[in-house]
C-alpha cells in the first residue's frame, strides 16, 4: 500500500478555513487508498505571539523554557487538524514530538533529529489511522522539549517519511513548485516537472525560501522524494528527488539570483599562509555569512582578498575590516552594497562543456559587467551591478533555452 | 528541610505584571530556606480561547484532541513563570504533566491521577532547583494526554504535594481564605485560621469556589495540609488539614448558603421498593444534580418524593418527572423555582448536642418557614424561600457566635 508523508505549514492551518481545505486534501489521498501521516507546523502567527510574550518576560529568556513554550504552537494546529479529520470521519489523532518518537540531540532552538521511534505511528497507520504529528520539535534523551529552529518543520516530515519508509513525502505551501527563474522576472519562466537534490540545494542557498536546506539534505541522504506542491491547487508540483527523469538533459535547470548583497576588499595584506582566515575568521565570528571569495594574485609579497556578505551586515563588516587592516598594516579597505548574485544551476552542466563560456559571452553581448565569477560542479555565480538582474536573468533564461513555448 | 509546593492559578499568571509578582512569592519562600514546587494553571481566559478554537472546528470535538489542545495553556505559563525566575537567578525549569510524571487514567477531560513519578523532580529540588509543572494535565499508560477537569490544577498541586512528601500545599488564590460567612451578607464575618478537610468539603459543596473538592478529598485522605492563601498580600491565610487546633471548639464553624435552587416534587406515587431510583435515575442520566432528598411517610400504599436541583436544570426537570409521572399514574408534579439553601457546618456539632434545634429555633425566632431539612455528621442544611436567605444567615451567624468583635 502507498504510503506518504503530507506536510503542511502555518498557512495552511492557519485559520478555519484553510484547516476544512488541508483536511480535504489528506481525505483524498485516503480516498485514493494511500497511507497518510500529517505533519503540520503551528498556526501563522502563533510562534511569535508566544516569543512576543517571552520577550514581555524577558528578553534574555534561556533556549529551554522558549522551547517549551513555542512547542505549543504546533500541539494546537495538529489537535485542530486532528479533529478537522475526525468530523469528516477519519480516524485521526495528533502527537507531539515526544509522543511521535522524534529524538533529538540537546541544542535548544537548532536541535538537530537523532532518529524517529516510529514503531507506534506504524503501527497506528497499519490500523487504519491517520497520526496527525506536531512539526519542528522533539525531546532530548533526558525527555527535555526542543525544537529544530524556524522552517524545522520540513525536516521533521522527510525525518518522518524515512522512519515510516513512505514512498514520498508531500510538501505543500503556498507555491505550486520550482521554476526556471522567477517568474516575476521572465513571465514565461516554467514549472519544473523534476529537479535533483543537489539542484534543490543550490537554488534554496540563493534564497529560494520553499524548503528549508536540512530537509534536502537529509531526503538526498536516505533518496526519500520530496513532491513540491501547492495547497491551493490540486496539480501536480515539482519533485525533487535523485533520480533521473530523462534521456536528454538540458544545460542548465534554472537562473537563480539573489539581490542585497554587498561586496568588500581588503588591499595590499601580506601573501602568507593563513592570511585568508586570519581575515575571515573575525568575520565568522561576528556569525556573517560569508560567500562568493577571490584572492588575487601575490603582487611583491602583497594581496587582495575579496568577498561578498548580505547587505545588512555591510557595515559591520567594513568596521571589522577596518580594523584588520591596520592590524596587518594593510593598504586600504574597499566596499560596495550595491551588488548582487546571478546563478546558472544544473545538474548539466556537469557533462556539456561551455556552460560558462556561454553565460560569459550572453552577459558580454548585454554589456554586463562582471564583478567576480565562482563556480561548483553544478553552478556558476557572477556578481554583478546589481541594476543588471533583471536584464541578467532575462538574457540567460533566453540563452539556455528555458523560455516556455507557450 | 522545608519543602513546600506553591500552586497559583491563573489569574496569578495572567499578565506579565502578575508573574512578576508571582515570582515573587517564590523568591520568598526559596529565600526562608525552604524548597519549592510550583504548579500552574493557564494564563486566565486562555483555556476559553483554546476551546473556542476547537469549537469552531468542531462543536463536538473529540475528547482526547481537545485534551491535547488545552494542555498547551499550562506549558505557556510554566515556561513564562520559568522564564521570569531565571531571570531573577533562580534554577528554575518547566515541566509539562508527562515530564512530571502524572500519570492518569484514560478518561479525557476528567482524568484522574493515579500516580505521580516524582524521583526526578524530588532530585532536581535536592539539586536546589524549581521545578514548575502545568496543572491540570497528565498522560495515560498509552501515552495520550489527558487533563483532569477544571479546576483539575488544585488536584494537581495536591497530588505533587504528596508525591514530593512537602510540609504543606500552598494554593495562592484571589481571596485570603475562608470565611465564616460570606462578608457580603455578614460584615463581621471573620476569617478561618483553620479549617478540617471534612468542613472544606462540606463548604466547597455549598458553591466555596475557592478549592476544587477532589483536592480537598485526595489532601484528607494523604493528610497533606492546604494553606489557602492569597497571591495578593503576604498574610496567612486558613489551613485546612486534619489537625484539631484547640482544646474548645466552636459548636459550628461557619454558616453557608446557596442560591439558586429548585424543589420539584412528585405526588401520589406507588411506594413500592426501587421507587425513589425509578423516579431520581432518568433526573441522573440527563446529568442533574440531585440535592437533598424527602420521601414522605406512605399514605395508602402511596408516597411523595420531593428534592432540589439547580435552578437552571428546573424546567428539564418537570419536563422529566411529568413524563415519569405519567407512566407511574402518579398523582401530580409541583415545584418551585425560588428557594435556597442554607447550612451550618463545624465538626464541633459531633460532641455539641442541639446544634439543629438551636438553628430551627434561630429561624422560627425570625419567622423564616423551614420547607425541607437535610443533615450530615457535621452540617445541616434547611431549604427556604429564597427570599430569606440574608436574614437568615445574619441570624445564625450571629446566634452561633461567629461575629467577631473587631
Redo the contacts between chains.
Sequence with gaps: MMRVVHKYGGTSVGS?ER?RATAKIIQCDLERGYQVAVVVSAMSGETNR?LS??H???A???P???D??V??GE??S???L???L??LGIKA??Y?G??AGFRTDNSYARARIKGVQSDHLMARMEAGEVPVVTGFQGVDEA???TTLGRGGSDTSAVALAIALKAEVCDIYTDVDGIYTTDPRIVSHASKLDHISYEEMLEFASLGAKVLQTRSVEMAMRFNMPIHLRSSFEDVPGTMVSGEDTGMERAEITGVAYHRDEAKVTIKGIPDQPGIASRVLGPIADANINVDVIVQNVSEQGHTDLTFTVPRVDYATTMKLLNGLCSELNGDKVTGDNGVAKVSIIGVGMRSHAGVARKMFDTLAKENINIQMITTSEIKVTVVMDEKYVELAVRALHSAFGLDSRD
Design positions: 478555519l484547516i508566544l510574550l517571552a514581555d518576560v524577558d534574555d529568556a534561556s529551554r523554557e522558549l517549551a513554550l512547542a505549543t500541539q494546537v495538529a489537535a485542530l486532528a479533529m478537522e475526525q468530523r489523532y495528533s507531539n515526544a509522543q525527555g527535555n522539549i
